[in-house]
């Protein structure tokens, strides 16, 4: 059973736009924090934003003022919107969320983001 749903990856030319989708199944209960992370290839896994139950947010330097993090509680799905994409931003893209249910931090499969120079 898929209990987290990534979509939106793709290949996109610098400057681009790109809407990642994280959709979370009702089995792991009640969420609480909602993060976006990103690996690329050969580097350490990042947290790239993260949003609350509340609606905070917070970003990582390198995405502030470009990427916006949202959620829909009611559809349980988060969402990355990704502008002015640069090549440094390539990576597999995971979704990561917090059951308040179950105090367990579920992870997606990925999905990958390609910026082209």
């Known amino acids: 059973q898929v209990l987290l749903l990534e979509s939106g990856g793709g290949l996109v030319q610098a400057g681009g736009s790109l809407r990642l989708s994280c959709a979370a199944s009702?089995?792991?209960?009640?969420?609480?924090?909602m993060n976006w992370y990103r690996q690329a290839p050969g580097k350490q896994r990042e947290l790239v934003a993260g949003v609350t139950s509340d609606g905070s947010t917070n970003y990582a330097d390198s995405v502030k003022d470009r990427f916006t993090i949202s959620r829909d509680n009611t559809a349980r799905t988060m969402y990355l919107q990704m502008n002015s994409l640069k090549p440094e931003d390539t990576a597999v893209y995971l979704c990561?969320?917090?059951?308040?249910?179950?105090?367990?931090?579920?992870w997606g499969q990925g999905t990958q983001v390609t910026v082209s120079s």
């Open positions: 009702t089995t792991i209960g009640s969420i609480n924090t």
């Open positions: 990561n969320v917090y059951s308040a249910t179950y105090s367990h931090y579920y």
